[in-house]
């Protein structure tokens, strides 16, 4: 068996807390599919917690229906190697699900079907929907295609994809939610542009119980996701192609400690400062 564990109490970002509530995430599932999945819908979270995918490929993956459901959100730029990223996640997850010794019996072993799907809310112009498929990385295309893999990408940013936001409630809320911090940050640090959004949902009835619940826990996985979207994306902007990778493992570990600086009641432009890091001017 692999060491790679499920962790089904595993709230690593805002969206993972959100959407791993069971109904959530049937409501959501129901909004992307456009089908309707009744309460009693049996969900089984099985996202990897392995330290190998953690800041890749670990928002949410759940078992309903006989199909295994990679389920992200992406903040940053799409990455194009998003389905070869997908396919070793995969194979992690079936060598979870999988008894090994099951593998050299005849009896074939039914799995659950694979599907996969991005639901991304960055700053750059991107379209309502796009594929993004394995093929398109392979140096050499054979008429007969014998393994594909297809990430399905949707543009979550408030306004678009609104006949799916409209299905949802926690969706649509969600939306809401991130895109008041992002007009917030026009004009204010992270810190404080969190705390209003949280405020000004709350009076408008945007998900105000799991607001209310997670209160302090929202604006720390904020800060720290923002914190290192932003640090990667400079990261990528100042290293060469054969430097990115290493670089980016650097500055995954810098926001490590920068996390530990804000928890400890700086503000960001101090953390930031003490790291040594730049920031835009809506964040510095």
């Known amino acids: 068996m692999t060491e790679a564990k499920t962790n089904r109490n595993h709230k690593d970002s805002v969206f993972t807390c959100l959407f791993s509530e069971k109904s959530n995430l049937l409501e959501l599932y129901s909004a992307i599919s456009g089908k309707s999945y009744p309460e009693s819908t049996k969900i089984e979270i099985v996202t990897l917690s392995d330290v190998l995918y953690m800041n890749q490929i670990n928002d949410i993956a759940f078992v309903m229906e006989d199909k295994l459901i990679v389920l992200i959100e992406h903040q940053s730029s ?24 099951s593998l050299y019996k005849q009896k074939r072993i039914m799995i659950p079907s694979p599907e996969f799907i991005v639901l991304y809310n960055g700053d750059k112009k991107f379209p309502d929907y ?42 649509s809320g969600y939306e809401e939610f991130i895109a008041q911090i992002k007009e917030n940050l026009r004009s204010m640090e992270l810190r404080e542009a969190i705390k209003l959004a949280v405020k000004a949902c709350i009076s408008k009835n945007i998900l105000v119980s799991f607001l209310e619940r997670h209160g302090s826990e929202v604006e720390n996985m904020l800060l720290r996701e923002w914190t290192m ?52 001017p809506a964040t510095a």
């Open 78 to 101: 799409i990455n194009n190697n998003m389905p070869l990223r997908m396919l070793q996640y995969l194979s992690a997850e079936y060598d979870m699900i999988v008894n090994r010794k």
């Open 130 to 171: 796009k594929e993004l498929k394995l093929s398109d990385s392979y140096k050499f295309k054979t008429p007969d295609l014998y393994l594909e893999l297809v990430v399905k990408i949707y543009n979550i940013n408030k306004g678009r994809n609104a006949e799916m936001a409209s299905r949802s409630q926690a969706l």
């Open 229 to 280: 979207d932003e640090a990667l994306a400079v990261a990528r902007e100042e290293a060469s192609e054969d430097t990115r990778e290493e670089c980016e493992a650097e500055h995954q570990q810098q926001m490590r400690e920068l996390f530990a600086l804000l928890e400890s009641g700086v503000t960001l432009a101090e953390a930031k400062k003490k790291m040594g890091l730049m920031g835009s």
